[in-house]
């Protein structure tokens, strides 16, 4: 496996959200950079959904649902016990 590049940056912080992000690092543990690469990592992965929602939404816009396109699939459905 190569090794991880990493990169120093600067950035700037309200420090109520800087102080918020102190208090969460010492109640778990780690450290700030760990905590805001895992954040980032999140906002990416929800970013990525959010997408890709999107797309399926375009999608279903520009070619919607049929009448009768699913029903084959109506009697396999199950929805657990009444």
């Known amino acids: ?28 543990g780690v450290s ?4 805001i690469q895992d954040a980032l990592r999140q906002a990416l992965a929800d970013l990525r959904v959010t997408q890709l929602e999107d797309q399926h939404a375009l999608g279903y816009g ?8 699913f029903d084959v699939w109506q009697a396999e459905q ?5």
């Open 1 to 28: 496996m190569a090794p991880v590049m990493l990169k120093t940056i600067q950035m700037t912080i309200e420090k109520e959200l800087l102080d918020e992000v102190d208090a969460a690092i010492a109640e778990l």
């Open 32 to 35: 700030r950079s760990a905590f």
């Open 62 to 69: 520009q070619h919607p649902v049929q009448t009768g396109e």
């Open 78 to 82: 199950y929805w657990g016990e009444p």
